[in-house]
């Protein structure tokens, strides 16, 4: 009965090790999916910074001919 009981409690510390590693194993997947998303959204922003300034320039060639125009006429 004891050797049972030993072999039962090693079962149960392997269950709880393997679980544990389960547990590990879905943190670390879920840590990788946050920095894919984080990536992703860091590009996204990166993208819309550049769009900014692109549109920013654009505006400010826009009025610099637009000033331009009327004072060249």
């Known amino acids: ?3 049972t009981l030993g072999v039962g409690s090693d ?8 679980v544990e590693v389960g547990v590990g194993v879905t943190v670390a997947v879920a840590v ?4 894919a998303v ?3 959204v860091g ?3 990166a ?3 550049v769009v900014g300034v692109a549109v920013a320039v654009g ?9 331009g125009v009327p004072v060249e006429l």
């Open 11 to 18: 079962l149960g510390v392997g269950v709880t090790l393997g």
């Open 47 to 49: 993208v819309g910074v």
């Open 32 to 35: 990788a999916v946050g920095v």
């Open 59 to 67: 505006v400010g060639v826009g009025l610099a001919v637009g000033v």
């Open 38 to 40: 984080g990536v992703v």
């Open 43 to 45: 590009v996204a922003v």
């Open 1 to 3: 009965m004891g050797r």
